[in-house]
Structures are given as structure tokens and as C-alpha cells.
T-cell receptor, first 112, second 114 residues
Framework: AQSVTQLGSHVSVSEGALVLLRCNYS??????LFWYVQYPNQGLQLLLKYTTGATLVKGINGFEAEFKKSETSFHLTKPSAHMSDAAEYFC??????????FGSGTQLTVLP | DAGVTQSPTHLIKTRGQQVTLRCSPKSGHDTVSWYQQALGQGPQFIFQYYEEEERQRGNFPDRFSGHQFPNYSSELNVNALLLGDSALYLC?????????????FGEGSRLTVL
């Protein structure tokens, strides 16, 4: 079965600190992986995606993620958190039927 | 270039009623998918429409039905509403032939069932 697990439903960091949001996946085929961000009362915005090729993927707003097949992970990082990064983040896996399976989300709080 | 638009943005219904939600896909997209996002959870796939046919369906009862029109817009209908149907309903559009399957989401319709 294809699934996504996000470790930590809530993460708090200080402004300027490293952001690390964890995502592990389970897939019987090479995965296509995505990170989405959701601001309060809004829809989902794509941050970045991994399909094939380079395992370090750069996205918008200074975020990046590294695909590690050996660890079945796709963790999201940002070197320096901004207050505007406070939001909920979802890791997702593209299933063979063109549907996304989402993790349960990680709420990021940025402390001043 | 308009993105994915959904209507209404908010609505309140009572148990047993029926609701229709609407979605216009991003310009150039031909596929519409619907997701349900309950409070504090990740979105769950409901179904997907392409060429006016339901192509895939998630684990949702028959009370959930949909339609796609020739202009690619779509409707989601939910009959006999239950309290548990309260959620944010997200529409996502994509291109059927896209290899990467990237989805573009609307801002959602928040349904409250009382």
C-alpha cells in the first residue's frame, strides 16, 4: 500500500532557526512526492515536488527537500524561518491513479 | 490566468439536506478531482473526473456524487448530509496527460452541517 507519514503534528521554531519537517513514505513503485502548504482558511499551495532526477529539490519561499530512497524519506527544510512561514504543511504521494495521498499534516509555529 | 475557483466559499446546512459545490478548473486543465479535508486532518480523495466521466473514486459512500461539464467545470453533490460531512471541500485541477500529476487547488468550500 502507498502511504505517507508525517512525524510531528506540531513543530515550533524560533524566527531565524532551521525548519525541519519530516515525511516518510511507503510505496511499491518509484514515488512522486510533493510538499504543499496551507495558510489559514485557504487552499493548498505547491511548495515543491520530486519526480525523477536530482534528489535535492528546491521550491518556493526558500524551502527544499531531499529524496532519500534508502530511508524512504522526503523531509522539508528551510535554513532560516520567517514569521510568514507559519502554516500547515502536507507531504503527499502520487498514487498510480493520479490521486494524491496526503499525510496528516504538520502545523508550523514560528516564535519571535 | 485564473486559477481554480470554487463556490460557495462557506455554507451551512442541516442534517438530511443536500448540497452542491462548484469548481472551475485552471485554464487549460481538463481533469478535476475533489478532496475532503476534515478539521485537523489531511485531505482525503473523493473522486476524479475526466471527459465528463468519473475515473477514480476514493472510499466515500454513494451519497457523494459528481459531474463534469463539457467546459471541464465540475460539481460535487452530497445527499442526506450527516454531521460528519462538515469539512473543507477542495477542488483540484490537472492535465490528464501530465506525467508528474501536479494538482492545482482552489481555496475550498467550507461546509458546516448542523
Amino acid at each position: 500500500a502507498q502511504s505517507v507519514t508525517q512525524l510531528g503534528s506540531h513543530v515550533s521554531v524560533s524566527e531565524g532557526a532551521l525548519v525541519l519537517l519530516r515525511c516518510n513514505y511507503s510505496s511499491s513503485v518509484p514515488p512522486y512526492l510533493f510538499w504543499y502548504v496551507q495558510y489559514p482558511n485557504q487552499g493548498l499551495q505547491l511548495l515543491l515536488k520530486y519526480t525523477t532526477g536530482a534528489t535535492l529539490v528546491k521550491g518556493i519561499n526558500g524551502f527544499e527537500a531531499e529524496f532519500k530512497k534508502s530511508e524512504t524519506s522526503f523531509h522539508l527544510t528551510k535554513p532560516s524561518a520567517h514569521m510568514s512561514d507559519a502554516a500547515e504543511y502536507f507531504c503527499a504521494l502520487l498514487r498510480s491513479a493520479r490521486q494524491l495521498t496526503f499525510g496528516s499534516g504538520t502545523q508550523l509555529t514560528v516564535l519571535p | 490566468d485564473a486559477g481554480v475557483t470554487q463556490s460557495p466559499t462557506h455554507l451551512i446546512k442541516t442534517r438530511g439536506q443536500q448540497v452542491t459545490l462548484r469548481c472551475s478548473p485552471k485554464s487549460g486543465h481538463d481533469t478535476v478531482s475533489w478532496y475532503q479535508q476534515a478539521l485537523g486532518q489531511g485531505p482525503q480523495f473523493i473522486f476524479q473526473y475526466y471527459e465528463e466521466e468519473e475515473r477514480q473514486r476514493g472510499n466515500f459512500p454513494d451519497r457523494f456524487s459528481g459531474h463534469q461539464f463539457p467546459n471541464y467545470s465540475s460539481e460535487l453533490n452530497v445527499n442526506a448530509l450527516l454531521l460528519g460531512d462538515s469539512a473543507l471541500y477542495l477542488c483540484a485541477s490537472s492535465l490528464w496527460g501530465s506525467r508528474t500529476g501536479e494538482l492545482f487547488f482552489g481555496e475550498g468550500s467550507r461546509l458546516t452541517v448542523l
